[in-house]
């Protein structure tokens, strides 16, 4: 038995608003045979119901059919809430008549649209295909229409891109207008008394990009952030408590020499070896 919702919509009372999840193919209704599935049919009865501020639609799928993409795209334009479309991966073809739907458009930076001519196939006499070949640049043209209602480049431009089956990337795409924004996903920062993330982080906090063959390491200056950062992590330690961070055995010192100063300089030398070794 098929389920009888093809994408996945929340919504949030508190904030008044509705969450939909188009992560799978447009289809047709009657090809709707997975849960991933998404037909303007199903969806927009859905969304003419929603009482909302605003839609949020979350968009990772590869496309599918025009007319399904046209009709989700002015529901949604209709729908006098707020929209933000969200590009989670892929807006291909269809799904990114639908991404343009969004009040505000929003695209991950690791994140991609694609645009495209409609495409058919047909069977019969020259004549017949040549009706199907009008029929395609008719279907592009109205496709086209959605674009243009939002970009900042021209028809010709937009209609080389179509033609050459383009990849958007995010900074191309705000920039001709496509979206709206970019957002860049970004590492927690969280606590840390790990020595070894906390020495790795500032030996790579200024990245510089050169050619593999040119890579060199410095010694001194590796030597001196590990012993900065090895200072810090000593202030964490009672001054009677034996470090039992390190696994190195500290080195015998020689004739004349305060065994207790030689294993503190040797210290993050040993604390070195036992991390990367």
């Known amino acids: 038995m098929r389920p009888k919702r093809y994408f996945s919509l929340h919504q949030n009372v508190a904030e008044n608003s509705a969450d939909i999840y188009i992560y799978g193919d447009i289809v047709v209704p009657e090809w709707e045979w997975y849960d ?27 496309g599918g059919h025009l007319s399904e993409g046209l009709a989700i795209y002015n529901a949604l334009r209709r729908h006098a809430a707020k929209v933000r479309t969200y590009c989670d991966g892929y807006a291909c073809s269809a799904a990114s008549l639908v991404f ?6 929003i695209m991950s930076n690791a994140s991609i649209l694609m645009i495209h001519n ?5 069977v019969g006499t020259a004549k ?5 070949a009008d029929d395609n640049e008719t279907l592009s043209k109205t496709a086209a229409n959605a674009y243009l209602n939002h970009i900042n480049i021209d028809a010709d431009k937009l209609q080389e891109m179509m033609d050459a089956e383009t990849y958007i990337k995010p900074e191309d795409a705000l920039e001709m207008g496509f979206a709206t924004k970019i957002t860049q996903i970004e590492t927690a920062k969280v606590a840390t008394f790990s020595v070894r993330e906390s020495f790795m982080q500032r030996l790579t906090q200024e990245p510089k990009v050169v050619p593999m063959a040119q890579v060199t390491v410095d010694g001194a200056m590796v030597r001196k952030i590990f012993e900065e950062q090895f200072e810090k992590f000593k202030e964490t330690l009672s001054p009677e408590e034996p470090d039992e961070h390190s696994e190195v ?3 015998e010192p020689e004739d004349g020499e305060d065994p207790e100063k030689n294993n503190l300089e040797n210290k993050p030398l040993s604390m070195m070896k036992a991390l990367f070794s």
């Open 128 to 132: 017949d295909l040549r009706k199907v």
């Open 118 to 122: 409609a495409s058919s196939w047909g």
């Open 249 to 251: 055995e500290p080195e």
């Open 36 to 62: 991933s599935d998404t037909s303007g049919y199903s969806l927009v009865k859905e969304v003419e119901k929603l009482e909302v501020d605003t839609i949020n639609i979350f968009i990772n799928s590869y």
């Open 100 to 105: 343009m739907a969004g009040d505000e458009r």
